[in-house]
DNA sequence: AATTCGGGGTA
DNA sequence: TACCCAGAATT
């Protein structure tokens, strides 16, 4: 259901102030156990957490999280780390600019002696937004700040009847936000989202803040908040070429922004939407042929290299929130010509990888699939 | 205000 | 399939 267009901006419910004490109770019963809360807690490691956490789900980040913290202990470490290092720590985890924010950030952290302690302070970090700079400030700082998540929107929405809209329900988390308590009642909030007020279901008969909740005291949770209309990723084709030396295959890394920034892949090419090879009616053979073409084009263009473009090792499927791609690998081998990245190319290193080398790149998980294709039968894979 | 950024769990 | 997840930056 799309956002009404004249949605009402004022809340058809306030609670009392006394919803905190109950969520507060509820809370301290049961908070879940999480790398980055209690003993582990410190501005560094909230940082990270929050990072790491947007747009993706606890339990991913647990793992990726320790790790994280065993390889770049402090801030310190972060900054003096390679970008290289930190995007392989982040490999598979997706939105991989979060990576590149965090990194810049340290420096900025190291080069200023410190982290900072105000809202406004963290919210000028690159990659920190109002939802990381109010959670770092509130749950490793102690300050009475709001951080408004998809869970707090979600709830705080349904406290209030209200269609929802980031803006206005911080406006209504600052004003019963317990003093002295912002960081405990912002994670009650996104732990009281995660179990039983989720998006598409409703546990209110075991909720702390049923007597306190207008939508769920009416039976009207799951109408809160108005959600948006999305519309579907289209389908585009891209095109790789496997090219091996020994036991390396050819990948380059990606200028470091934009889609896969900093991260390594096949050479290759995403076809524009309009490309003939992408038409969908394209007899198979005649696309295969088209997209040598191009495949053949753009590692010319983009790594200096004049190709003779094989047989087709596969296709790899994968799904981006805004595009659905469909891979196809290309066996190749180099006629003519040595790896040359170009300035304005898409990618900035082009580099022969062996094996062993693959845990320490960026690696989408996109570029990981095409590695993975299996050889011809019975030889395994690549790496 | 919309779009661009990944990837996967869940129904 | 279609959501949507401890969102931020860009246009």
Redesign the pocket.
């Known amino acids: 259901m799309a956002r009404a267009a004249r949605a009402p901006a004022a809340p058809a419910h306030l609670p009392d102030p006394l919803m905190s004490v109950d969520l507060l109770t509820w809370y301290a019963e049961r908070a ?1 156990e ?1 790398p980055w ?1 209690g003993a582990g807690a410190s501005p560094y490691r909230s940082w990270v ?2 990072v790491m ?8 980040v647990r793992g990726y999280f320790n790790r994280w913290m065993l390889a770049l202990p402090t801030v310190e470490d972060l900054a003096n780390a390679p970008l290289d290092d930190v995007l392989a720590l982040w490999s ?6 979060r990576a590149r ?1 965090l990194h810049a950030g340290a420096k900025v952290v190291v080069a200023a002696g410190g982290f900072p302690t105000s809202f406004e302070g963290w919210r000028a970090l ?8 109010g ?1 770092v400030c509130s749950i490793a700082l102690g300050l009475d700040e709001p951080a408004v ?3 707090l929107e ?1 709830v705080l929405a349904r406290v209030h009847s209200h269609p929802g809209g980031r803006a206005e329900i911080t406006a209504l988390a600052r004003r019963l936000l317990p003093a002295g308590r912002a960081g405990d009642w912002n ?1 009650a909030l ?2 009281l ?2 179990s039983l007020c989720g ?2 279901s409703a546990r209110c008969e075991e909720c702390p803040l049923l007597a306190h909740c207008g939508a769920g005291r009416e039976g009207q949770a799951l109408e809160f908040p108005l ?1 948006k209309a ?3 990723a289209p389908a585009r084709v891209a095109v790789g070429a496997l090219l091996r030396r020994g036991e390396a295959v050819l990948l380059g890394r990606r200028q470091p922004q ?3 920034g900093g991260l390594f892949e096949l050479p290759g090419a995403l076809l524009a939407e309009a490309d003939p090879a992408a038409d969908p009616e394209l007899h198979p053979t005649d696309r295969e042929d088209a997209l040598r073409s191009a495949l053949a084009l753009a590692v010319a263009d983009g790594a200096g290299l004049r190709l003779g473009v094989g047989a087709l090792r596969g296709t790899v499927d ?5 595009m659905r791609l469909q891979l196809y690998v290309f066996e190749a081998e180099v006629l003519s010509g040595a790896p040359a990245a170009r300035v304005d190319g898409p990618w900035d290193t082009l580099r022969w990888i062996l094996p062993s080398e693959r845990a320490s790149i960026g690696l ?3 570029a990981t699939k095409a590695l993975d294709l299996p050889l011809r039968p019975a030889q395994g894979t690549l790496f």
Do not use: C
């Open positions: 879940r999480l809360r957490s929050e956490l947007q747009q993706t789900r606890v339990e991913v598979g985890l997706g939105y991989y600019s924010n690159p990659g920190v937004g109002d939802y990381i700079a959670a998540d998809g869970n979600r994670q996104m732990d989202g995660s998006p598409k959600k999305k519309r579907v934009g889609l896969f994968h799904t981006l929130t805004h989408s998980t996109l």
